[in-house]
Structures are given as C-alpha cells and as structure tokens.
C-alpha cells in the first residue's frame, strides 16, 4: 500500500476477505462471446480481477452488470485485450510503425486503436511491447520497436502517451502495458521462449532503459516476460519485478504475468508445484496471474501458513484496485463508454503510418516512381491478400477493410495496362507451375511488379525462422522472372528483416513494406506512382545471412575490429595460405562483416546532402547543454521527408561502450532545393552510461557526435567534458 492511497481503497481493504482479495489476482481468459456458468459464477462469488479477450460489447456489459451488482465489493473487472497495432483498421506491425521514425504519427496510430477498443469496453491493452529487437528469427521482432534503446524509448512513450492520454478516466483512455519485463530479446538463437542470459550491465545499458522511460510516462501496467533471465525466471524475479522496478524505479502499477507463465516456473524447473510457483511469483513481486489459477488455488493457504504475509497480498491487491481507480471503475456510476471513433479517423491515420514506413532500399536507374509505363505486371501471392497485409497480432483486425497494393493500382492505373498472376498459391508454395505464366505476363511488360514476402503467420509469437531468406520458391520466381530482361520492382510484405542478398542482383528496386495494415494498397500505389515519396528508414539492421546475426549498428569496437584492408572475402585466399597471410581481425571470410542494409537506411525519390555540421562547444561542464547543428538540403527533383540522425561515440569509457549510438532525429520535410538547419541538443545527461557500479553516470572526457541520414553518418565532431 502507498500513504497516498485513496480512502476508496484502503476501505475496500479492510472489508475484503482474504478470498475477495485473492479473487483480485485472477486474470481469467473469456468464452469470446458469451457468458459462461462458469464465468459468471467466477464473478459473482468474487474470484476474478480482469478478463481477458472479451471484445463483444454486449458480453463485457453483462459481465462488468455481474461484477457491479451481484460480486460481494461490486469492483469492476479489468477487460484485457492485445490492441497491438489497431483495432478493426490496423496500422502497420510495430515494426513498420518504427521505420516512421514518427513517434507524434505513432501516438496517434495508438490513440486511434484505443478508442476503438474502448468503445467495445475493453479498458487494458496489453501494449507497447518494447523488447529489444536484433535477432530477425525471432518471431516477435515483428512486434518490437527494433534494435535501438532510444528509439524503442520514443515509440514505447508515444503509444503509452495515445493509449492513455493525460488521465486515464477519460473516455476512449485505455491502460498500457509495458512488455515483457525483461531481457526477451535476447531469446538464444532467436528461438522464442528460449533462455536468455545478459549480464546486469548489459541488462541496464541497453534492455531496461526503454522500461524506465514508460515508468516516467506513467504507463499504468507492465507485463512480465515468460522467459528464464539469469536463471531466475521473470515472472519470479525479484531483482527485476522489486529491486528495480519498485525500489529504483518508484513504479505503482500493477505487474501482471504473461499467459500461464506462473505455472510454467515448474516448467522451468525452479519450482515443484504450481503452489510453489504461485509462492516464488507473488512474493518477487507479481500482482496478477493471467490465465492459469495457481494464485487462486494456493495463495489463501500460503497466507494462513505464514507463508505470504498479508501485508504483501495488501500491496498486490493494492496495485490492482489502484489501477482501476485510476480508470474510474471505482467511481459510483461507471465511466462513460466513449463513442467510437470514426472508422474514417483510423483508415487516415492508418495510411499515413503505411505511407511513412515503406523504405526504399533500392532504385536502380530512377525505375521509380512508375511514369509512362503502358502495361504493368502484377505478380505474387501477396498482391491482393486482404488478410496476410494485416500481419501478427491482428485478432480484431478487419479484412474486409483492407485495401490491396493490386486495387490500389487499378485504382491509380488510368491507361497504363494492367495485368496479374499469383504465380504461387502462398509465400510457402514450393510449386514452379506458376512460372511459365509470370514469366509470359512479366515478358509482355514494360515493368514487372513483384509483391512477396512472408505470410502473417510466419512472423509473431513462437513463429521463428532459423534461415530468414525469402521462403518457399520466391527467389526461384525472381530470377525467373528476371531472365525476361524486364525491369523488376520488389515490394517485400515481412514480419522481419529479410536476407535478400540472393535476390538483390536481379531486381531493380525495392520497396520494404513490412506488413503495412489496413491500407496497404493506397499507400504502396501512391507510392509506387509518385504521390509520395518513400522516407521509411530501417529500425533494425539487414542482415546479408542469417549467420550474420547477431549483427546491429551499436555494436563494441573489439579489440581487433575488421577494416577494409583486414577483410577478405573467401574467393580471394591463396591456395595454403599461411595461417597468419590473412589477418586476425572480426569478420566472416564467406559474407563479411557488414551487413545488406544498415540501422537508419533509406532512400528516398530526391537525396539530401548534410554539410557544416558544428558544435556550439568544444568543451562542457557537468550539467551543461551541447548544440549540434548542420546544413540539410534537397538536393533532387521532388519534395520529400529525410530523417536526420544524431548520433554520439564515447570512445574511451570505464566500460567499453559501442561504436556509436543513436541520440536524436528529426523528420524533416524539404522542397526541391530547400536548405534547412537542423539543430540537436544535446544535455551531458545524454552522454551517460551504466558504469561498473551499476551507477548511470556520464564520465569525464572526449564524445564524437555526427549527423546523417543513417547509422553510417561520420563523427566529425568532438566536444570535452569535464569532471
Ligand atoms: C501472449 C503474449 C503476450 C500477450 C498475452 C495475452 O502469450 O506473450 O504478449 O499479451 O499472451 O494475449
């Protein structure tokens, strides 16, 4: 219990039983759709704080009726559901919505997708996931916000800021929910669920930062990982879910755990039974146990025991009602439900997330924007696929709401012909009989669209990938098509960072589109036709192999980092060359050590030039504020979005720090020939670091900062700072 707790809920405490309060820890998965014996009774009698995916406003009323009315307190049920990137109308997968580099765009994405939500009565989205991604086989990297702390901070804080707004009480607000809690990312081998092991310093420096910057936004929940950090798993981990969370971090929301994952601490092999892992969870810090009932069956028991103190399930239960008070479920009459926003709203807002997070990766010879072309091949299970554009975590996302790339095109086409092949059933199909076709279509045309990719449901939870090129016979087709000698643009449709090295020599231009959503169509066909010029830039590194990976922008220098003279690529060894010919330095003699596209990348239909980047200061002391500012200019044919990049280096550190990492950025919209100055602050609290003594601190001496349009831009500047 916190001193500031309202008398609303410290008097519901006193006249709770011990059931009724541990009927406030239960998380209970819905009947989608109707209202069960079983659940009601749960309701009635007090066992249930929240209910999860329930989206039938009629249901959610009668069951929220029964909590009011017939339950011994009358609490109202927390209604929990992944509103993960819209509802109804989706935006692109988190991962798309990341390359905007748009936070302001993204709040609104998630404004948007909350009322909607809200207006069915769900009041708890279990959302922004804000795990580090930089493994593409994992299956969640999908969902996460890419492989950059800060960038992941800045859309973990928009989304919580949409979700919730200024005050959760107000209609079309909806909890948030940061997860998972902590370290998921670093799953071994990409393989979800998998175990995971990072030093604290590492933990601290790189995985809780985004954490503590939604605890300072105010996000009202946190969801705590399924996976086994350090040996201990997360959902009984006290140094995360106490030490950190509520002693360094002040935070006093509640922790829910993920799906069964109390009972799978006996999975895990750190407890013997669920009563045993109801025990290490609740008294490590958990508050709700979402799904499985090891809270229910054993807590009143381990408290008459002595085992659990009552002061503890105080705090737990505590954390919940305060949630719902903050929600205004406490409240004599139940909040408004807020009317629904208008699906027209979230079709805009979802288009101009599409729009901004398709990256241009290539475009030889200017093959894009499409003009003059008289007939265009359409090729490619994912041209005209309501569903698969949707991506993962689209439960409520609605398909027939989708606008396709291949109606968009017809849409836009005018006189230009336009004709199509699938030629294969799924991203999957292995079959080729579809190539003497695409083949025939693509060769009677002056262009040949190629839209390919992964189906939805190969990307998302548990659906990793351990070779990440494009699947079944998709490369095949490519090159098939490529042997017409008509010119090929790519649209990739993926829940990941594709290897497309293999592909990349026979296709002209391409277009990353993620899994666009909702409005794919009208943003890939304004697009691809010049309404707009793409400015996605890449949130996470393109691997060339999937051996590369791990393999992201912020890396550590080694001791003995490769360069252009150390690498040599495997053709080029002299047959029994010397051991030592070579060289000893950190790459791969088959692929390298660069990757096929890099962190911040994208092109765009003009190109911007950055020059006379300054400092305001060669020297700063402790506290005090550095400008850094350059010169952008369109320097092409058209107006468009660049995204400066600030970036920073701390090159010699009481722990090794990376070769650079992203401190700032700024879309920026200039006209054909438009200069414009881009100003950067940057405070000495910027510069901190997590030190040997877990301490963040900023240490005293020489940073390099520079600014580009990707993670390749030169630290050209310096500036001293002293003790
Ligand atoms: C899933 C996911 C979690 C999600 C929860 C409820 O297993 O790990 O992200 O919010 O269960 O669907």
């Known amino acids: 219990m916190t001193q500031t707790d309202s008398e609303r809920i410290l008097s519901l405490l006193r006249q709770m039983s011990l059931d009724d309060k541990i009927g406030q820890l239960w998380l209970v998965q819905s009947d989608e759709g109707r209202v069960s014996e079983r659940l009601a009774s749960s309701i009635r009698e007090g066992r249930v704080g929240g209910v999860l995916n329930e989206v039938d406003p009629s249901v959610v009323d009668e069951l929220q009726r029964i909590a009011r009315e017939e339950s011994p307190h009358g609490i109202p049920l927390l209604m929990g559901r992944d509103v993960i990137h819209g509802f109804r109308v989706m935006a692109p997968i988190p ?55 800060f960038l992941i901070r800045a859309f973990g804080a928009a989304m919580v800021r949409g979700f919730q707004g200024g005050d959760l009480s107000v209609p079309g607000a909806i909890a948030a929910c940061a997860k998972h809690f902590a370290g998921y990312g670093a799953s071994e081998g990409g393989r979800d669920y998998n175990t995971t092991s990072v030093p604290e310093i590492e933990l601290r420096n790189v995985h809780l930062p985004p954490f503590r910057q939604l605890v300072q936004e105010g996000v009202a929940t946190f969801m705590a990982s399924f996976s086994d950090l350090n040996g201990v798993p997360a959902t009984a981990n006290a140094f995360l879910l106490d030490q950190v969370l509520r002693q360094e971090w002040g935070f006093d929301g509640l922790v829910v755990s993920d799906w069964n994952s109390v009972i799978e601490l006996r999975t895990h092999g750190l407890t013997a039974d669920d009563r045993g892992s109801a025990l ?44 719902k008070e903050r929600l205004g479920l406490l409240d004599a009459s139940p909040p408004a439900s807020p009317s629904a926003s208008s699906i027209e709203s979230s079709l805009h807002t979802a288009y101009e997330a599409a729009v901004e997070s398709i990256v241009l990766l290539k475009n030889e010879g200017d093959v894009l924007p499409l ?220 692929v390298g050590d660069q990757p096929l596209f890099p962190f911040g990348f994208g092109l765009s239909y003009s190109a911007f030039e950055y020059a006379n980047l300054r400092v305001s200061a060669s020297e700063l002391a402790m506290g005090e504020t550095l400008t850094v500012e350059v010169d952008l200019t369109n320097v092409g044919g058209c107006e468009a979005d ?82």
């Not at 990793?464 to 790519?490: F, K, M, N």
């Not at 020939?673 to 510069?687: A, C, I, P």
């Open 95 to 149: 991962l798309g919505l990341a390359a905007t580099w748009n936070p302001q765009l993204v709040e609104r994405c998630a404004r948007r997708a909350g009322e909607a939500a809200a207006a069915v009565g769900i009041n708890w989205t279990f959302a922004p996931m804000i795990d580090i991604g930089r493994d593409p086989r994992w299956g969640r990297i999908a969902e996460t916000f890419g492989e950059d702390p």
């Open 280 to 323: 290490e969870s609740a008294a490590a810090g958990l508050d709700m146990e979402m799904a499985s009932d090891a809270f229910a069956a054993h807590l009143a028991d381990l408290v008459r025991e002595g085992h659990l103190s009552e002061e503890r399930l105080d705090v737990m239960v505590g954390n919940i009602l305060r949630v």
């Open 371 to 590: 003009s003059g072309v008289g007939k265009l091949a359409v090729i490619g299970p994912l041209a005209d696929d309501p569903y698969e554009q949707l991506g993962t975590w689209a439960f409520d996302g609605d398909p027939s709401l989708s606008q396709t790339p291949l109606g968009a095109i017809r849409g836009q086409a005018g006189e230009m012909q336009v004709e199509v092949c699938r030629a294969l059933d799924t991203t999957r199909s292995t079959g080729t009989n579809g190539f003497a076709e695409a083949v025939a279509v693509a060769g009677r045309a002056e262009v040949a669209l190629l839209v390919l990719g992964e189906e939805a449901i190969l990307s998302g939870e548990a659906h990793c990938r351990a070779d990440i090129t494009l699947p079944g016979a998709q490369e095949a087709l490519i090159e098939a098509v490529a042997s017409t000698g008509t010119p090929i643009v790519l649209v990739v449709m993926a829940g990941r960072p594709l290897a497309l090295t293999n592909v990349l020599p026979h296709v002209e231009a391409i277009l990353y589109a993620w899994h666009p959503g909702t409005m794919a169509g009208p943003a890939l066909a304004d697009i691809l036709f010049g309404g707009r010029s793409p400015s996605g830039k890449l949130p996470v590194t393109f691997p060339k192999h999937s051996g590369q990976i791990p393999i992201y922008y912020a890396h550590k220098n080694t001791g003995r980092p490769p360069t252009p003279n150390t690498v040599v690529s495997m053709e080029d060894i002299p047959v029994r060359a010397a051991q030592t010919s070579i060289g000893n330095t950190s790459f791969y003699l088959d």
């Open 642 to 723: 660049e995204v400066a990049q600030l970036y920073v280096r701390d090159p010699v550190a009481s722990v090794t720090q990376p070769v650079r990492q992203l401190r700032g950025f700024q879309r920026i919209r200039l006209a054909s020939g438009e200069t414009k100055e881009v100003v950067f602050t940057l405070h000495t609290d910027d510069l901190a670091m997590v030190n040997r003594s877990m301490e963040w601190v900023t240490e005293p001496g020489r940073f390099e900062v520079g600014i580009g349009g990707d993670s390749r831009a030169p630290l050209a500047a310096a500036v001293e700072v002293r003790a």
